[in-house]
């Protein structure tokens, strides 16, 4: 099972993109739903999760009040919008499934964000 996640680009300083994460109907209503992010040469880092069903939301600090993640029950979707961008939001993002006692266990290939300043 692989969650297909799109909505990347090429976007310069302080502007916005949404990226998307569809997940079949089994997955998307695991306990939680986030995205993550890798840039080159770096750790893969934690952004945001949502839970299922009551969408409780949580964010790194590094993109609290800028990106807000939420979710479509009706397409089985999950997306993350990213607003006021910076370069050092330029990374892979991926979005995963998972339950609280198995953590993290469906992944999607990611798709590629890239800032200019």
């Known amino acids: 099972v692989q969650l297909q996640a799109s909505g990347g680009g090429l976007v310069q300083a302080g502007g916005s993109l949404r990226l998307s994460c569809l997940a079949p109907g089994r997955v998307y209503s695991r306990d939680f739903m986030g995205w993550f992010r890798q840039a080159p040469g770096k750790e893969r880092e934690f952004v945001a999760s949502?839970?299922?069903?009551?969408?409780?939301?949580l964010y790194s600090d590094s993109v609290k009040g800028r990106f807000t993640i939420s979710r479509d029950n009706a397409k089985s979707t999950v997306y993350l919008q990213l607003n006021s961008l910076k370069p050092e939001d330029t990374a892979v993002y991926y979005c995963?499934?998972?339950?609280?006692?198995?953590?993290?266990?469906?992944w999607g290939q990611g798709t590629q964000v890239t800032v200019s300043s």
């Open positions: 949502i839970t299922w069903p009551a969408s409780l939301t």
């Open positions: 995963a499934a998972g339950t609280a006692s198995g953590g993290y266990s469906y």
